[in-house]
């Protein structure tokens, strides 16, 4: 017989994207958000952030995250500011890291809305940001830090654990525990063999999981990451040009840089200056530093990393680098070239066939990253039409996401399969290819979830 209030679960976000990770669990009353994303790409999923929550933020009494990329996290001060009060419990790695990410999220949409302005592109006058920095700092006073592997209370029988997951610092997996069932979300899951972060702990026993499936529909390249942007730096440094990484400020920036000195130091590549422009990045990977235990690299190893590249903070020193010219390297953010410090340097650089473009990861549909991937060869930039003759290379080696092979390999360390497995996270062809995976390989019941969908985490189907 059904209960009066069974627990359920309402995808929110994450269903048709690889953005916007948000979830809520509700069981009697109690309502646990797990993650609270921004949506990004296609302007049709961007214009998600701007419509009302789907519930009361008053309503929910937790967050929780399952790490720091802003996919997933950068909806919390939006979230606050429009009533919740409740705790927001991550691992102290994500804590320390929304730290750096939800204020630079908040100066960002702060400038979007400047430049909006500027442009008289927004039905606002004046237009409005989604946050500000100040709302950001704000959001942080209701961070909650919590150990992996610790059982967190959460009230009227609903209990969670962090538990690893590779990918970046701070990266956790979830499992509640509610009703009598557990649900476990994999967050973004890390590879086994990433050559930064341990990789993600096995999967238990569970009734529901809940999966990303960002590279759902494909596999890693086969060779070595290290000696593809070896490469890449050699071939173009010959002709005296300019190699412009797009990097995520956490997590592939401090990838490209250990990188990049193991290559220095076996000689492999020229000794042409190296520039990491990003403060964000900059701190993110001194916080590294700080936690050992999550990742593989030795203490000789970071002041390698350290010593690579030249540190850029300022904004004076990061508009000379491009007067500079080659041969160099410059690593800025964002990663899918969708703001940030890159598109000064994409303007300035992008248009000299001696250059190149490097792409150092995954691109979401809709984003200049997948544009140019796909072989664009005219971005729109701060409003003006940018033609880019430089040539551009997407190292498909250096994701820190498991890919489908080794998401199945993950699933199989499973004691027994879960009554249901959802497929979210991920475009909607990686996702379907995921579920056709689940099913044939591994005889699993799974499929893809709507949009704002609610399942009972009893009975799912």
Same mark, same amino acid.
Request: glycine share 8%; hydrophobic share 40%; aromatic share 6%.
């Given at each position: 017989?059904?209960?009066?209030? &069974? ?33 990004? !790409? ?36 939006? @979230? ?16 320390? #890291? ?9 100066? #960002? ?18 237009? @409005? ?10 959001? @942080? ?47 973004? #899951? ?9 990789? &993600?702990?096995? @999967? ?78 900059? /701190?993110?990977? =001194? ?51 969708? !703001? ?11 248009? /000299? ?15 200049? !990253?997948?544009?140019?991937? $796909? ?6 930039? =701060? ?8 040539? *551009? *290379? ?5 994701? +820190?996401?498991?890919?489908? /092979? ?6 199989? %360390? ?16 990686? %996702?379907? $290819? ?16 709507? =949009? ?5 985490? +009893?009975?799912?189907?």
């Amino acid at each position: 017989m059904a209960t009066k209030n &069974p627990a359920t679960l309402q995808f929110l976000g994450a269903t048709d994207t690889v953005t916007g990770s948000r979830y809520l669990v509700d069981f009697h009353g109690t309502r646990i958000l797990v993650d609270c994303g921004l949506f990004q !790409g296609y302007k049709r999923l961007r214009l998600r952030n701007r419509q009302p929550f789907p519930v009361s933020p008053a309503s929910i009494d937790a967050v929780l995250l399952t790490h720091a990329h802003l996919d997933h996290t950068g909806y919390v001060p939006r @979230l606050v500011r429009d009533g919740f009060v409740g705790p927001v419990y991550a691992t102290h790695g994500t804590n320390e #890291l929304c730290k750096l990410l939800l204020p630079d999220s908040g100066h #960002l949409q702060e400038e979007e809305a400047r430049y909006a302005d500027h442009r008289g592109s927004s039905i606002h006058t004046p237009a @409005l940001p989604l946050y500000t920095a100040a709302d950001a700092v704000q959001s @942080l006073n209701s961070f909650r830090p919590v150990d992996f592997d610790e059982s967190l209370d959460l009230g009227r029988g609903v209990e969670a654990t962090f538990v690893p997951a590779g990918h970046i610092l701070g990266a956790a997996q979830l499992q509640i525990r509610v009703g009598g069932n557990t649900v476990h979300f994999t967050g973004d #899951l890390g590879r086994d063999d990433d050559p930064l972060m341990y990789p &993600p702990r096995e @999967l238990d026993s569970v009734d529901v999981l809940v999966t990303e499936s960002t590279y759902g529909n494909r596999t890693h390249p086969a060779g070595s990451s290290e000696v593809e942007l070896g490469e890449v730096v050699s071939r173009v440094a010959k002709r005296s040009g300019v190699i412009l990484i797009a990097a995520f400020a956490v997590g592939r920036a401090e990838t490209l840089m250990l990188q990049l000195a193991r290559l220095r130091r076996k000689g492999l590549i020229p000794e042409i200056p190296i520039y990491l422009n990003s403060p964000m990045a900059i /701190d993110a990977s =001194y916080m590294y530093q700080q936690h050992p235990d999550e990742h593989r690299l030795r203490p000789e190893e970071f002041q390698d990393m350290y010593h690579v590249a030249t540190m850029t903070r300022t904004a004076d020193d990061s508009k000379l680098l491009n007067l500079r010219g080659g041969p160099m390297i410059i690593i800025s953010a964002s990663g899918m070239l969708t !703001g940030g410090r890159i598109l000064h340097h994409l303007a300035a650089y992008g248009n /000299d066939p001696n250059n190149a473009i490097v792409l150092s990861g995954y691109q979401a549909a809709g984003t200049r !990253g997948a544009a140019l991937a $796909a072989g664009s060869r005219e971005l729109r930039v =701060y409003g003006q039409d940018i033609r880019i003759r430089a040539e *551009v *290379v997407q190292l498909e080696g250096f994701s +820190a996401h498991a890919d489908s /092979d080794a998401i199945i390999r993950w699933m199989r %360390s499973a004691p027994q399969a879960p009554g249901m497995t959802y497929i979210t996270h991920g475009e909607p062809e990686a %996702s379907d $290819a995921l579920r056709l995976r689940i099913k044939h390989e591994l005889g699993w019941k799974a499929r893809v979830p709507e =949009y704002t969908e609610t399942i009972s985490i +009893a009975n799912p189907e």
